[in-house]
């Protein structure tokens, strides 16, 4: 500072002299056709989700997926089927236009174009209304993707009894193994008959496992001459009576299991 010159002030230029708050457009002049995306349609956005989510959930807790055992490579007869969301490309490939040898369109080609068509979507329509009728591209497209996606997942899911199919692979819980009863005279008959495919812990090995059952005695006896699923009748060579022990055998190993957890 120089005497009679005033005064000099030196500043940093990173720093603004005046701060200037954030303040959304003022779009009163535009009701209903526009708005600012923060915080009015960013919310909107968050609320609707929130609803979704939490009626998904209560979904989940209704009516939880039913889970199968691991996979087990020694069982020919199990047919894998994708998860739901991979339904409708399952089905795509059941038609002759995308199977054998055909199978490249049905598995590349097809699903290409169409996940390529609504990617593009946004490119081949560039209209500026928010009206379906002013996008009649991107709507026709869109349209077309769920019907066909949401055709074709009922058609795969419809053929196949869910519950049935959990139930036969049923997984085993950790831990749930049960001290098996060899003194059992039931025991004896299981062994001949059913710890090839059943295993000695009944723990399933070429067949499913028979911990975890809900079947009566009359059941399993029925089940064991003339089969259920994949599992052809006529497989159990014994009298009356040691199918009645069978049963009585499996039951009771059922309950102890059930005591234990």
Known sequence: MKKGKGMKFVGDSRITAEKVRFIPKDYSEYPGKTEAFWPNFLLKEWLAGSVFLVGFLCLVLAHPAPLEGPADPTDAAYLPLPDWYFLFLYQLLKYKFASAQYFVIGALVMPGL????????????????????????????????????????????????????????????????????????????????????????????????????????????????????????????????????????????????????
Request: proline share 7%; aromatic share 8%.
């Open 114 to 261: 169409a996940f390529g068509g609504l990617m593009l979507a946004p490119f081949l329509d560039k209209g500026k209304g928010r009206r379906p009728n002013k996008r009649p591209i991107s709507v026709s497209l869109m349209l077309l993707g769920i019907i066909a996606v949401f055709w074709l997942t009922w058609e795969a899911a419809s053929h196949v009894d869910w519950e049935a199919k959990a139930e036969e692979n049923r997984p085993i819980p950790p831990g749930s193994t049960v001290e098996i009863d060899t003194e059992d005279p039931g025991y004896a008959v299981y062994e001949n008959n059913c710890l090839s495919c059943h295993g000695g812990q009944l723990e399933g090995v070429a067949g499913p496992a028979l911990i975890g059952m809900e079947y009566s005695v009359e059941e399993i006896k029925q089940i064991a001459v003339e089969g259920i699923g994949d599992m052809p009748p006529g497989q159990f060579n014994g009298t009356e009576e040691e199918l009645q022990q069978l049963a009585e055998f499996i039951v009771a190993t059922n309950e102890q299991a059930a005591e234990d957890h």
